[in-house]
Every structure is written in structure tokens, then in C-alpha cells.
């Protein structure tokens, strides 16, 4: 689309000279995201106050112009492509830290600060933010909150959800406003804090959050244990989760993986049936209790061998595995499939040996690992061909109906988007989609904001 002369003028009034581009160059860098879908913007904007975000969604609703939110755009499920043109609102800009406050445990925050730069801020104070993306170091606040990305510290303080107290965004009608509160209780009207996080920007952009922090424990231990095979490491993490001890990290990762992360990474890296990545923290004092309570629920049929660091380099060698499985997988298929699907704990042994009969089934290359505490499984296929590609989607859809079946869901933290939108009516009914539908709706009449997006 070709923006209005009128919108540009009022763009042009409210951005200074470098906070707007209508350049294709730098249209091109804000087209695309991790998904590697990508559609061309008519006009990328840089806002520094939330005033300026008020002023840009009303003048795109006068003009029926979509508006799309962006963080640093590593998301996987094209959440942040513009596929029907309009402005993209990147909120690089908007990176500062407007409080740290350890007395009432929060920080309040603008989106565009990045997960690894708040946790850095904290440190000193003896806190941190839960949410732990692997892309931390990249990732930005108001990309978590968008798709209530996680990571591995899921499993014991949870996702962005549950570590946020409030936030201020602004609707798609262009009115700003403020929920949730600055306590750690509260019960006063609707909990619109839990409903926007996690929408993907289709209802409003948030331009500051107030974090909920968390007291950095001072000790952790690190576990690595070896399978004879993938049920024996699934069948391991359901005892772990019913055990008393909670771990701060509890990962698996497949034989296919560990192979692929073997010839990528080298010896240090182990070959076996399967894997599980344990934490445990805590204060010193009660951390040997706590590995003997996860090692006990960790050893039984199946297990090959159990490691237990005692150095920060120990640590570092055990998560060598983890760390080069990405890298890996780019080397067999630069097209991978990247799902996060999510099922009871309880479950995981019966998705994790459907999932590796679906791949002989349709003959693709199934890589599966991920945040096996919260039943979390990073379900990776990796076409190598065209042959290949279409064999792979039609997998997809049988690993989607094997999750629903296993009472599991379509995504634990990378969220909806472009990608698993036609499968929406897999997970949820039509009242529920209907229910959906009139919350966008309320929020965003016009249907301006990251249109095409989550909901069918």
C-alpha cells in the first residue's frame, strides 16, 4: 500500500528526521524476522515516549493503516512480519531502565530493553527477572512480554506471566492507559496485565512494564545424566517433577541431537540414548539435599550415567551439548521447522516416542529437545529437500493432533504468529475462538494492530 500524504505528514510531525524512514533499505531490515518470513513495511517508526505511540495508532486508525509492533525480531512464528504492508513500530529506542526497586522487589522498564542488559542492572542489587530466553543476550523485554517467552527457569519461577505486575500500552483505538498494579497482590476488576501479555501485539503496544524480581539464590549445582534411550529419559523427568525438589533447569535432548551436537561441537559432548540438563539452586546449605533428592528421582531403568559439577567449568563442559545444538542443526537444513509444542509432564514419554514414529512414518529428520519440566519440547524438523519440505509439513500436522490428543497445546513460549495461526482451531473451540475474537475486538475495532496474526 502507498501510505496517505495526510498520515505522512502527521508521522513527519510527530518522529524527528531519523525516527522515521520510508527508505526501502531500512524498510528491509524491519521486513523480516527468526521465522524467516518477511514482507516490506511503507514506513518503519522509532518511538522514545509513549505519547508518540498514542499519536501514531490514531493516525493510523483514522486511515485504516495496520500497525505492527517490533522488538529485535528473534521470534520464530513471523509474529513481527507486516504482511499487509503499514507502519512497523520498532521499539529499540525505548531501552531504558526507568526503576530498579529491591525494597518492593520490582523494576519498571521501557519494551525496547534487552532481557540480558536488565539482568546485568540487577545483578548488583542481588536480584533478577525469571524470563530466560536463550536468545536473552539479543531478545528484548517487550518481545517476552509479546509472546510470554520463557526458558529454561520456567519449570521452577515461571514465565512473563507470572513475573510481571503491570504494564502501560496503548489500544488499537489510540487511547493509552495503565493495568495491573505495583503490589504483589491484587484483586481489582480484570487482569488485562495477563491477557496482554502473550497477545502478540494484536490488542495493544506496551510502551513500560513493571517487572516482579526475584532474590538471586546464591548457589547452584549443575547435572547431566545419560539415557539408554528417549522413553527412559522422559519416564525420568516425570519422577523428577514428582518429587518435592523443584529444579531451576530441567532440559532434554534426543539421540538425534546429541548426535548432531557430537559432530558439531566434538568428544565433549556425550553419545547416548537421550539426555536430561539439571539444576538445582538455592543457599549452600541446602543444595546437597537438593541434588540428592533429584539424583534419587534421576537414576532408575535406563539410566547410563550420572555427572555432577562441582566448578564453573565443569558446568560450562556439561552444557556444551545444549549450546551447540542451534548451530548444529543450521548445517543439516537451514529450512528447520522450529515448534514448541507443550504437553502434562506426565505425557512427555507418550509425545516423545510419537513424535519419533511420525518421523519414520513420514521419512523426516526429527530433532527434539527443550524445557522438559514444563513438558516443553522443542520439536525441530530439518527438510533438506523440496521432497523433503513437503513430507515435513504434513508431519506438523500429525505432531499438532498427537499434542492436543496428549491434553498439551501448540506452543509454550514462541507464541502463535504467521506460522501455527490455521491450526488455532486444532487447540481451542469455536466459543473460545469466538470469546477471542471479541476481546480483539474491544481492544481493536478497526483491526489495525499486527493484523493476519494468531487469531484464524
Known sequence: MTLPSALLDTLRATFAADAL??????????????????????????????????????????????????????????????????????????????????????????????????????????????????????????????????????????????????????????????????????????????????????LALITEATLKLTPKPSGLRTLRATYRDVGAAARAVARIMAQPVTPCALEFIDDVALKLAHDYGGDGVPLAGAMLMIEVDGEPETLPSAVEGVSCAARGDGLEELKVAQTAEETQALWSARKALSPAQRTISPNKINEDVVVPVSHLPELVDGIKQLAAKHDVLIVSFGHAGNGNLHVNLLPRDDAERERAHACLAEVFALVIRLEGTLSGEHGIGLIKREFMPLALEPATLGLMHNVKAAFDPDGILNPGKLLP
Not at 513471523?78 to 520498532?90: H, R
Not at 530498579?100 to 530493553?113: H, K, M, T, Y
Not at 534487552?114 to 517487550?142: V, Y
Not at 488499537?172 to 496482554?196: E, H, P, Q, V
Request: proline share 7%; with cysteine.
Open 21 to 202: 524512514s520510508v527508505e526501502e533499505g531500512e524498510r528491509l531490515a524491519y521486513a523480516y524476522d527468526n521465522s524467516r518470513r518477511n514482507a516490506l513495511p511503507d514506513a518503519v517508526v522509532f518511538p522514545t515516549t509513549h505519547e508518540q505511540v498514542e499519536t501514531l495508532v490514531r493516525a493510523c486508525r483514522e486511515h485504516r493503516v495496520p500497525v505492527v509492533a517490533r522488538g529485535r525480531g528473534t521470534n520464530t512464528t513471523g509474529a513481527t512480519v507486516p504482511v499487509a504492508g503499514g507502519v512497523v513500530v520498532s521499539f529499540e529506542r525505548m531501552n531504558r531502565i526507568l526503576r530498579i526497586d529491591p525494597d518492593n522487589r520490582l523494576a519498571v522498564v521501557e519494551p525496547g530493553v534487552l532481557n540480558g542488559d536488565l539482568q546485568n542492572a540487577l545483578k548488583p542489587h542481588g536480584f533478577f527477572w525469571p524470563p530466560d530466553p536463550t536468545s536473552s543476550p539479543w531478545c528484548s523485554i517487550g518481545g517476552n512480554l509479546a509472546c510470554n517467552s520463557a526458558g529454561p527457569r520456567t519449570v521452577k519461577y515461571g514465565s512473563p506471566r507470572e513475573n510481571t505486575l503491570g504494564l502501560r500500552a496503548v489500544a488499537g483505538t489510540g487511547a493509552g492507559f495503565r493495568c495491573g498494579t505495583y503490589t504483589s497482590k491484587g484483586s481489582t476488576g480484570y487482569d488485562l496485565t495477563r491477557l496482554l501479555i502473550g497477545s502478540e501485539g494484536t
